[in-house]
């Protein structure tokens, strides 16, 4: 059945739709983050960013992995600038325990003596046991990085909020700032804090800060936990406010931060924030202090000092008494700022759009003449052309050269190469959708297209209602809009003002479907378009019954959309960014072995430069070792070295091999006498049923292959004990690490070459082995 894809009444609508057009994309260009300036502050006054970048660079002096010497020497300053401001600074140490079932049973147990360091700011009336808030951020790195966003930017603001508030007057409430240790691993130090120090018991709010960038406004990433008092205090105080569940929700996938279950579990209000602007390189070799964002870090301690200002001047909810801390979904709107709302009001919403789809179908085959079957059709239309047009994009992105490592290095570089590629990109999806869908309203009837769409745009709203609520609100408000035009030219007195109706119920799509469009390209890059061209899809779909009114769609606005994206490509070609040379972690390995009585020289399969190659002279290319990394390690650059007895060999010992009913026990004890700051456990050939160390018990149900990472152990007498069904033959491998090399056994490295090494980041491993027969 074929339909007038045209509206009654709608004379002249097309220069109003080249006019909403136009402001879609004014609105695009208007809502790009803008640049955080350094607001000028006397110290007396508020955060300073220079006293704050001072703390970075004394933190961030090397790696800082849990149990290394960096460590220890990074949390002795912390405690030495807590006591200057007069405040106690209590070490909490703790022994806490993760683990991680993959697939096929295969379990991986991380076990770390953590180092938090705990600071009670008393409020007024300074009661031991009243109400508290706590700031939580962690202050170790991994080991090749020195960390300065992702821990040290955190951990330096939380000092320099410290001492302005120390400055002031006491606020009502206590403050609880806890530096915490060996997050980097699971998020244990965060874990032992919330569940074993009798502190975390008191706090009625969490403020969490976790930086996986180094540029950009601080954002909220997570509200999950929250209630209406944290979200409306960050919304009430913090200076310009950013964040949305839905980016809430992708970044719950794409950086997937382990502490998040232990917070969860604490059951108070949870906040948690991130600066997540620029790229901090895998494993964050890139997060040097040198690209550390000040305006970042000022913006950082400005939220932190503002939100702890607010809700410390408020009755904090008692504990267990928000019925809405369920989690919020909350995102923003111009003029209005953070707008939030319970996670219970979710499906309620979703109900009433299921209810508005079934009417306003039902309208347009009452009144419009619209068949069922014709509305099917254009749903299946409607995510076919989506489809296509994703594919279409797809191809264009893989056909152009240069345009993936331009994405890197400018993101590395903070280049405008990165803007124009977003910008092209998402006007190549919108050309593409339009030209398709175009041709399905001329087959079908716009009003039949719309309302294919509409039941789509329902049935995604009740999956991201089901699976991801923070993303729900995307849907939810623009299709309400859109159910509620349709419904309401339905009436004879509103059939006229149908243009204005439509117009008006775009304008939801735009103000929240633009932003979430940018960021999320932002953050999966052109390179994976799925998420992007879904949401840019939806804006346009809703949008169809009133661009549809363009009688020279094609001609006025998909080719100027084509021209215009082609004119961003072009920009970003030329918009080649600098990256700026940067220090490199050292990826060399001395490897020093028990069983062979030898020590060796191991690099990744890299490109070896001028130094590197003379600490392989002789080999020509990489080799597989199955007696070091097993018969499906990765290929390695290999040479023998001087066996270097300043690196003790693991003190590993045989105690009991003994039967237990129809079980096979085996005991053994292992201390490092290098106090490595980590220790690698494996077992190969079996998996134990029952796995404890010191009594503690590690594992208590069979599995396919057991691992154990052991932080910050220092020379401790480790007692292993294994129980195992039948009588498997299986071996035990354990590795020492060691962070820096033994430098008198290398050759020197020649002054000047490039890249510089980053402090103590090469690795040295001391191994040995237990065989089972």
Not at 122 to 128: D, E, F, I, K, L
Not at 556 to 571: T, W
Not at 671 to 695: E, F, Q, T
């Amino acid at each position: 059945m074929r339909h007038n894809p045209s509206l009654p009444g709608a004379a002249g609508l097309t220069g109003f739709a080249a006019a909403l057009v136009l402001a879609l994309m004014a609105a695009w260009l208007s809502l790009q983050p803008h640049a955080l300036p350094v607001p000028d502050r006397t110290p007396a006054s508020g955060f300073v960013a220079a006293r704050a970048l001072a703390h970075v660079n004394a933190l961030a002096q090397a790696p800082r992995p849990a149990g290394s010497a960096a460590n220890a020497a990074a949390r002795d300053y912390i405690a030495a600038q807590v006591r200057a401001l007069g405040l106690v600074p209590a070490i909490q140490s703790e022994t806490v325990q993760a683990q991680s079932i993959r697939m096929v049973r295969n379990v991986h147990v991380t076990l770390a003596e953590v180092q938090n360091i705990v600071v009670r700011k008393p409020g007024r009336g300074g009661a031991p046991d009243k109400p508290a808030i706590a700031v939580i951020a962690h202050y170790d790195s991994g080991a090749a990085t020195l960390g300065a966003a992702d821990g040290a930017m955190s951990a330096a603001a939380m000092l320099e909020t410290l001492r302005v508030l120390q400055a002031g007057p006491p606020l009502a409430h206590d403050l609880l700032f806890v530096f915490t240790d060996a997050d980097s691993a699971q998020g244990l130090g965060t874990r032992g804090f919330v569940e074993s120090h009798p502190w975390a018991q008191r706090a009625r709010l969490l403020l969490r800060f976790d930086n996986p960038g180094n540029r950009g406004p601080l954002a909220l990433v997570d509200a999950a936990h929250a209630d209406g008092f944290a979200l409306s205090a960050f919304a009430g105080a913090a200076p310009a406010a950013e964040g949305t569940s839905f980016m809430a929700e992708l970044y719950a996938i794409t950086r997937p931060r382990a502490v998040d279950a232990a917070l969860a579990a604490h059951g108070a209000p949870l906040l948690q924030f991130a600066t997540g602007g620029g790229a901090l390189g895998s494993g964050g070799v890139h997060d040097i202090p040198q690209r550390l964002s000040t305006a970042s870090l000022q913006h950082e301690g400005d939220t932190m000092l503002a939100l702890l200002r607010e809700a410390g001047a408020k009755p904090l909810p008692a504990a267990n008494a928000t019925p809405d801390a369920g989690g919020q979904v909350f995102f923003g709107v111009p003029g209005l700022g953070i707008v939030h709302y319970p996670y219970a009001l979710v499906w309620p919403l979703t109900a009433l759009a299921c209810v508005l789809t079934v009417l306003a179908c039902a309208a347009g085959m009452r009144r419009a003449g619209v068949a069922g079957t014709d509305i099917i059709h254009a749903g299946f239309g409607f995510l076919f052309m989506g489809a296509l047009s994703t594919f279409a994009v797809y191809l264009v992105h893989e056909a152009l050269p240069g345009l993936a490592w331009r994405w890197d290095a400018g993101m590395l570089a903070d280049g405008e190469g990165i803007r124009w590629q977003v910008l092209a990109f998402a006007l190549l999806l919108a050309a593409g959708f339009v030209i398709v869908q175009r041709r399905l309203q001329d087959k079908l009837g716009a009003p039949c297209v719309l309302l294919g769409v509409v039941c789509v745009a329902t049935l995604a709203l009740v999956g991201s209602s089901w699976g991801a609520r923070g993303a729900s609100y995307l849907l939810a408000w623009p299709l309400l809009a859109t159910q509620a035009a349709l419904l309401a030219s339905t009436s004879p007195r509103l059939v006229k003002h149908q243009p204005a109706l439509l117009a008006l119920a775009a304008l939801p799509g735009a103000v929240l479907i633009l932003p979430a469009l940018r960021d999320s390209l932002t953050v999966v890059s052109p390179a994976w378009l799925v998420l992007p061209a879904a949401l840019a899809c939806t804006l346009l779909g809703l949008c169809g019954l009133l661009l549809a009114q363009l009688r020279f769609v094609l001609r006025f606005v998909a080719g100027p959309m084509l021209v215009a994206a082609a004119a961003a490509l072009g920009l970003a070609y030329v918009a080649t960014p600098r990256i700026p040379e940067m220090p490199a972690p050292n990826r060399l390995v001395y490897f020093k072995d028990t069983p062979s009585w030898r020590a060796f020289w191991l690099y990744p399969p890299l490109p070896l430069d001028a130094w590197t190659r003379s600490v392989f002279p002789n080999t020509m290319h990489p080799y597989q070792l199955p007696y070091l990394f097993g018969p499906s390690g990765p290929p390695v650059w290999y040479a023998a070295a001087p066996r270097n007895d300043g690196i003790a060999y693991p003190d590993l010992t045989i105690e009991k091999v003994e039967w237990i009913g129809d079980m096979k026990h085996v005991e053994f004890r292992l201390r490092s006498r290098n106090r490595a700051p980590r220790i690698a456990l494996r077992v190969d050939g079996a998996g134990p049923a029952r796995a404890s160390v010191n009594g503690r018990v590690l594992t208590g149900e069979p599995c396919r292959k057991w691992a154990l990472d052991l932080h910050g152990m220092g020379d401790r007498e480790l007692r292993f004990a294994f129980d195992f069904y039948g009588d498997p033959s299986f071996t035990v491998f354990v590795q020492e690490y060691l962070p820096g090399l033994p430098e008198r056994d290398l050759p020197p490295r020649p002054a000047g070459l490039k890249p510089a090494l980053l402090p103590l980041t090469g690795t040295t491993i001391s191994a040995d082995i237990l065989r089972f027969e």
